[in-house]
């Protein structure tokens, strides 16, 4: 009911941008007239009226009165239909992504954020909770090395020939990752709750989609701050590390953001493949100059970068497929109430019509 009212308030802002399409206003025209008519508000029998009366109503009458409650049956069901294609397509443009009106997106935007403030902070936890295990990932493969590798096995990790030495990260990798990223990670987490608590609860910002913006720089920010770490951590396995972590990011994103699927996560994913279209050719060209084209870190570091590049593409495209989906549907659902929306007050400003050319 809270959700219909919204809709409601915000119909009254775009009247004249869906009354500017033909269609719709026939459609309008035809549903209010329909619902203004007698017959869909028969008038019950008077305490005086006896009973043969009542069934004594003349054919027309009866079906004038199956009519309404025909029609009465129809517009239950048109209020559950979607919006049909040809609708949508009709106040849309880019393949749905986008409303034709420029202050419909806004009121649609601002709509959303309303609509799911309280789960942006849940996926802010989320971001939380998935940097806190990667810095436990780090600390239990840090000790597994130095177990593997002590005593006997010293040669085998660190004689620069071995499949497992070219996993090892550099010495103090884990004490920089708790020291620099985790609490970069932290105070992005803080400092986005904050910011999205002030937005909405500010009285002096009206337009709630600007925490739809902030969430989306906090999330680029954060790839960013992980990209570069791995990057630099000298690791040949580091594709599949940003693999990973954009796997965890990008779910936390579409489901748990509070903000339109699709539209802001294209650029997070662009981000994410400039990742590895940028640090793929910047480590080759380091490991080739140290080692070789002929070396066991060269062969390593592309069988890993392609591996991991697949399954990027693979698994990021279902992500980019269904976050389509998600938007357009959140778009469908918001244009239906707007049409509801606005053909009940059309419908309540003829019946009041009505009504006063009948005193009359």
Known sequence: EGTFQMLKAASTLV???????DNNRNFNEELVAMYASESFSPRRPSRQQS???ETSESPSTQSSL???KSSIFSMRLLDVSPVENRIFQEHTKWSGLLFKSWHVELVFLDQYARLYKNVVYLGYVLIFAIDVLMGI??????KYYEKECSGE???LCFEGTRVLSLYVPKPGGTRDYWIFIFPLILAFVIVGCFMHAVIHRSRRIRKKYWAILFIFVVYCLSILAGSVYVLSSNTLDWPG????TAFAVYATYIFFSGTPSFSTFFFLWLLGLLVFVVGFPAT???VTKEYGKNSQQYVTL??????SFYWFMVITALFLVGAFRLEIYSRKQFLRGMLMADQQDEIIKQKTKNAKLQKQ
Do not use: K, T
Request: aromatic share 14%.
């Open 137 to 142: 990932f780090m600390y239990v493969q840090d």
């Open 302 to 307: 592309v069988s890993e970068f392609a591996v």
């Open 15 to 21: 009247r004249e941008f869906l009354h500017d399409n």
């Open 153 to 155: 096995y010293e040669e």
């Open 284 to 286: 080759l060209e380091g």
């Open 66 to 68: 199956s009519r309404g």
């Open 51 to 53: 009973p043969d009366s």
């Open 241 to 244: 590390q940003i693999m990973r």
